[in-house]
């Protein structure tokens, strides 16, 4: 049998002081109307047990503060999505917002009684309450989305419902979480109160107005426990479903994707400039890059590797230039029915990893490789990585088994050109030699440019070396 920690036994203590402490002020006191102890508040409330009504009022209450809550938290994420998306609608909200956040909940249950009624009158009350709560850490939490990981999903295509269940919903979460534990709370707190100056029947809120009347100390503290105890179990049962959508709302189902034929690409730059703030990075720069070898760009850092490769990304509009993919004769892309065939997929291995943290490696290839299937996606990764940290969080592993995964990620997708970024950053020289022939091997026919500081990464990749100056 498992022995109570030092701390559980501590709390305990902690509890059993200020029940000790409660019970001696109403011995004191000795008066039942101003203070009653904790025993007979237990009295009371067993009481209350056996009287017909109880469960009734208990389960209305409930479902009507339950109700106002759970609108809320629906219509505040809606609504928080459309202010994310709609920087006008955030601020044509705002008013409203800070007048939700500001306006005592006793004005709220006046007006509301004059509108309404009493019947829903916690319904209403509950969900004006927590709206605000839920409606502003949406907006934060999506905001606090990773934005290298938004260009990592852009790059690889991760749009739609998956760029919103697998990124947005993952940075979301923690924000929910933490307005749900307040908004909670307040809701039970705001709705009961609204219940006390309505007095619907069958509530909690007249069972507690009932005492006051009949000044039962006891029976108004029992009722106070019994709010507690329901909120509690409230929280409890809401904050589990919400924890658990990370580990079912977040599994990858089987995506079936449509492949287009791909063809080597020649890549043609021109004359590209580009600046920031005045400051020069690229000045007329002119390249062709032919899929036949690797590429290897050389420079210090500063230099205008990253901005290059963000630039033929799309990530990054150039100053001036031009930047043309043409097919393996050197002519523009057919036309085919009178429109263009689609552009050269190109995908990256960034300087970050931009792996999604929470996710195994399995998981992060199969988000950007959504028709991989599992075993698939494994037996790829046994090649570069050990197996037992194939299901485990990306977060839990090294930098160099980052590296690797993020390597993998690039290779595993249909693409016509592989953009690499110092992709060699963090490996020992064996493992290097191990993943630059993994990349020699799922790099054939496609265009293959990668930034390294080591001019013997271009030797053993058999490539050419390009310095910029």
């Not at 909670?184 to 107005?209: F, H, Q, R």
């Not at 049962?237 to 079936?256: G, N, V």
């Not at 199969?366 to 991989?372: F, Y």
Request: net charge positive; aromatic share 10%; proline share 6%.
């Amino acid at each position: 049998m498992k022995r109570p920690s030092h701390r559980q036994l501590r709390s305990c203590l902690i509890v059993l002081f200020w029940l000790i402490l409660w019970q001696s002020g109403a011995w004191i006191i000795n008066n039942n109307i101003l203070l009653v102890g904790p025993f007979e508040v237990i009295h009371g409330l067993a009481a209350l047990l056996r009287e017909s009504g109880f469960w009734l009022s208990v389960f209305t209450s409930f479902a009507k503060i339950s109700l106002g809550f759970l609108a809320a938290f629906v219509l505040g994420i809606l609504l928080g999505w459309l202010a994310f998306q709609i920087p006008f609608l955030q601020e044509f909200l705002a008013p409203v917002i800070a007048f939700l956040k500001s306006v005592p909940v006793a004005s709220f249950v006046i007006l509301a009684l004059i509108w309404a009624g009493s019947k829903n009158l916690s319904v209403l009350i509950a969900f004006l309450v927590v709206i605000p709560i839920i409606y502003v850490n949406t907006i934060a939490g999506l905001n606090s989305t990773d934005p290298q990981l938004l260009e990592m999903a852009e790059v690889f295509s991760v749009t739609g419902w998956r760029k919103i269940r697998f990124l947005y919903w993952p940075a979301l979460l923690p924000y929910l979480s933490s307005a749900c534990r307040t908004a909670l709370g307040m809701s039970w707190k705001s709705g009961v109160a609204a219940e006390v100056i309505g007095v619907p029947d069958n509530t909690i809120g007249e069972g507690l107005y009932m005492s006051k009347i009949y000044l039962d100390t006891a029976g108004l503290f029992a009722w106070t426990l019994v709010i507690i105890l329901a909120s509690g179990l409230f929280e409890r049962l809401f904050l589990l479903l919400l924890e658990q959508t990370e580990k079912h709302f977040l599994l990858f189902p089987s995506f079936s994707a449509k492949s287009r034929p791909r063809n080597p690409q020649k890549l043609l730059i021109r004359n590209l400039c580009k600046s920031f703030q005045g400051t020069e990075v690229l000045n007329k720069l002119s390249l062709t890059l032919s899929p036949d070898k690797p590429w290897c760009i050389m420079a210090p850092s500063g230099y205008g590797k990253t901005t290059l490769f963000r630039i033929l990304l799309g990530l990054e509009t150039a100053d001036s230039g031009s930047i043309q993919w043409t097919g393996s004769k050197e002519e523009p892309p057919e036309k085919k029915g009178g429109k263009e065939s689609p552009g050269p997929r190109i995908l990256a291995v960034f300087q970050e990893n931009r792996l999604c943290e929470t996710f195994s490696p399995i998981d992060n290839i199969r988000l950007a490789v959504p028709s991989l299937s599992r075993q698939a996606a494994a037996r790829e990764l046994k090649r570069v990585l050990p197996e037992d940290c194939l299901h485990r969080p990306v977060s839990s592993l090294s930098g160099g088994m980052k590296r690797r995964t993020a390597i993998l990620r690039a290779m595993a997708a249909p693409s016509d050109a592989i953009i690499m970024d110092e992709p060699f950053t963090g490996l020992d020289e064996e493992t290097k030699e191990m993943v630059i022939q993994y990349i020699l091997e799922k790099s054939c026919g496609k265009l293959l440019i990668l930034s390294t500081h080591q001019e013997e990464d271009a030797l053993l990749l058999g490539g050419e070396t390009i310095h910029l100056e």
